[in-house]
C-alpha cells in the first residue's frame, strides 16, 4: 500500500489501478466506498469472462465489508463489462491486500483487451442503495 497523498481529513492509497479513497468521518457518519469499473475484454473473452472471474466474485461477496458486487455485460457490445461494487469505510483496504483480489488482478490481463475504466468515489451516511425518488412501484 502506497499513501500518495494525506490531509486531515482524506487519505488517498493506491493499488495497481485500483484508487480508493477513504474519508475519515465523525463517528455518527458512515461512508460507503462506491465503485465502477467496464472492463473491455478480447472478443473470444465474451463468452468465457464471467468464468474467469466468478471464484473472484464469490470470494469478494464473502467479505465482511462488502456491500454488493455485481457484474453486468453491455447489450450493445457483449465484450465490455461492467463491474458495480461497493464497500464499507473498512472494507475496501482489506479487499484490495485479499489473496484472491491479488490472484484476479494476476489472472484478468489474459483477456483484457484495454486497460479497465474505473470510477470511484465515497457516499456520506450510506450503506445500502437508495430508492429512485423520480419513479416509484405502489
Not at 31 to 37: A, D, G, H, L, P
Not at 70 to 75: I, R, V
Not at 91 to 105: I, K, T, Y
Request: glycine share 2%; net charge negative; with cysteine.
Amino acid at each position: 500500500m502506497k499513501i500518495i497523498s494525506c490531509r486531515a481529513s482524506r487519505k488517498i492509497y493506491v493499488y495497481n489501478f485500483l484508487l480508493i479513497l477513504v474519508d475519515v468521518l465523525s463517528p455518527q457518519g458512515e461512508v460507503m466506498i462506491f465503485i465502477v469499473v467496464k472492463f473491455k475484454v478480447k472478443q473470444d473473452w465474451a463468452s468465457k469472462w464471467l468464468d474467469l472471474v466468478d471464484e473472484f466474485t464469490q470470494l469478494t461477496r464473502a467479505e465482511e465489508g462488502n456491500l454488493w458486487f455485481e457484474w453486468s455485460q453491455s447489450c450493445e457490445d457483449p465484450s465490455t463489462f461492467v463491474l458495480v461494487e461497493a464497500f464499507t469505510e473498512d472494507g475496501a483496504v482489506p479487499h484490495v491486500n485479499s489473496d484472491h483480489f491479488q490472484e484476479a488482478m494476476a489472472k484478468m490481463p489474459q483477456a483484457l483487451a484495454e486497460t479497465p475504466k474505473i470510477i470511484n468515489t465515497t457516499i456520506e451516511n450510506a450503506n445500502e442503495w437508495s430508492l429512485m425518488g423520480e419513479l416509484s412501484v405502489e
